[in-house]
């Protein structure tokens, strides 16, 4: 079984501080790992995934995710946060080894970025 | 930028009565899923669909759901009888493969049932 745990329900941070929104997760095997923002009365908007390779992988509109395998982490962060940047973020995973034709993501609960100008 | 479509943005529905949920896919991907959400709840994964059939489904896709894709561009999530726990914004996606592609989700629909 996998899992995903975000475990701050709202984040608050100045414009122009570094934010960080923290993911942890679970999975059997070797973890796929998303980040997904959702504005008001939007969709879910892919940011970036970790698949393989270098921990540290950038995203769109200057985000960046480390993936931590010893600690099962995958915080994203953001060197200075915008206003515009306020939104609804969530963390999922999916286990490569759950099975074939097993694409299904688990998603945490989501974190509410507020960025306070 | 291509993207997810789905209508209606909000359904309003009778307990038991029946609801199908459209989505528009983008159209060179291959894989098409439906996900839920009820309010202040998580993301809930319900069913994957490929080459005209069920991949993988939830404990929550049960009897009362079923999907189709119609013709070459709609995917469609059926409720045959509604019930007050239905109650959700559901979520369409698809994805070019199945195996490391990210999802790309529309805006979902609000289904309400009273």
């Known amino acids: 079984a996998q899992s995903v745990a975000q475990p701050e329900d709202q984040v608050n941070v100045a414009e122009g501080n570094p934010l960080t929104v923290k993911c942890t997760y679970s999975?059997?095997?070797?973890?796929?790992l998303f980040w997904y923002v959702q504005y008001p009365n939007r969709g879910l908007q892919f940011l970036l995934k970790?698949?393989?390779?270098?921990?540290l992988v950038k995203g769109s509109y200057g985000f960046e995710a480390e993936f931590n395998k010893s600690q099962t982490s995958f915080h994203l962060k953001k060197p200075s946060a915008l206003v515009s940047d306020s939104a609804l973020y969530f963390c999922?995973?999916?286990?490569?080894?759950?099975?074939?034709?097993?694409?299904?993501?688990?998603f945490g609960k989501g974190t509410k970025l507020s960025v306070i100008p | 930028e291509p993207e997810v479509t789905q209508t209606p943005s909000h359904q309003v529905t009778q307990m038991g009565q029946e609801v199908i949920l459209r989505c528009v896919p983008i159209?060179?991907?291959?894989?098409f899923y439906w996900y839920r959400q009820i309010l202040g709840q998580k993301v809930e994964f319900l069913v994957s669909?490929?080459?005209?059939?069920?991949?993988?489904k939830s404990e929550i896709f049960d009897d009362q759901f079923s999907v189709e894709r119609p013709d070459g561009s709609n995917f469609t999530l059926k409720i045959r009888s509604t019930k007050l726990e239905d109650s959700a914004m559901y979520f369409c996606?698809?994805?070019?493969?199945?195996?490391?592609?990210?999802?790309?989700f529309g805006p979902g629909t609000r289904l309400t049932v009273l």
């Open positions: 996606a698809s994805s070019e493969s199945g195996g490391y592609n990210e999802q790309f």
């Open positions: 999975v059997s095997g070797n973890p796929y």
């Open positions: 970790y698949i393989t390779g270098d921990n």
């Open positions: 999922a995973v999916r286990d490569l080894y759950s099975g074939a034709g097993s694409y299904q993501l688990t």
């Open positions: 159209s060179n991907h291959l894989y």
């Open positions: 669909f490929y080459n005209n059939e069920i991949s993988e």
